[in-house]
């Protein structure tokens, strides 16, 4: 158990609402990542951060934002969510041999 | 760049039967190596690891060997129960922006 969960578990939003996923980490690990799971597409990337503040781009980061202030907690932000963002989101850790654990994730419904 | 290929599934076995589900990789430098496991409804879990050449990672009574010559690191298990009915991920880790590179998965379904 690497202590990280998310909230919510579960939400229901509409087209065009903000929506912001905490991720929490009790452990002081340095690198976070926000990944989404989507049927066919396997895990993708959205955005990681390599300490408080420092924070880059993945490989579909279009129409998401993130913020690190504290290194134990990491929000990932839908300006205005979708139906596309409609997902399961998954928040992760990186280990010391470059391994990654994950939250229990996060399924977002976009109506 | 660097990338990760495992066999599409879905795979499905009866159980007590042997498992091999492939992964192959392209990497530059010298990555390591994992295979995650993801049950419905779950998030994924490190099922194990292999952070050089001819290391064998091993849990839960799967194994994976990390085989430079051949580039690969297929998952292996003697003997599938139905509780081994998940989807299972290879990948690798890029020094590059301390990412993992991720297969698509394959589907494992186990039958009595």
């Known amino acids: 158990d690497a202590g990280i969960t998310q909230s919510p578990r579960h939400k229901v939003t509409e087209t065009g609402t903000p929506v912001t996923l905490r991720c929490h980490q009790t452990?002081?690990?340095?690198?976070m990542y926000w990944y989404r799971q989507d049927p066919g597409h396997g895990l993708r990337l959205i955005h990681y951060?390599?300490?408080?503040?420092?924070?880059d781009k993945g490989e579909v980061s279009d129409g998401y934002s993130v913020s690190r202030s504290k290194t134990e907690d990491f929000l990932l932000t839908l300006e205005s969510a979708t139906s596309s963002q409609t997902s399961v989101y998954f928040c992760?850790?990186?280990?010391?041999?470059?391994?990654?654990?994950f939250g229990p994730g996060t399924r977002l419904t976009v109506t | 760049g660097d990338s990760v290929t495992q066999m599409e599934g879905p795979v499905t076995l009866s159980e007590e039967a042997f498992l091999t589900i492939n992964c192959t990789y392209t990497?530059?430098?010298?990555?390591?190596l994992f295979w995650y496991v993801q049950y419905p409804g779950e998030g994924l879990q490190l099922l194990l690891k292999?952070?050089?050449a001819d290391d064998k990672g091993s849990n839960k009574g799967f194994e994976a060997t990390y085989r430079k010559e051949t580039t690969s690191f297929h998952l292996e298990k003697g003997s599938v129960q139905v509780s081994d009915s998940a989807v299972y991920f290879c990948?690798?880790?890029?020094?590059?922006?301390?990412?993992?590179?991720w297969g698509a998965g394959t589907k494992l379904i186990i039958k009595p």
């Open positions: 990497a530059t430098g010298y990555p390591s």
């Open positions: 452990e002081n690990h340095r690198y």
């Open positions: 990948a690798l880790s890029a020094d590059s922006n301390y990412q993992l590179i």
């Open positions: 292999a952070t050089k």
């Open positions: 992760a850790i990186r280990g010391g041999a470059y391994e990654q654990y």
């Open positions: 951060s390599y300490g408080v503040k420092d924070t």
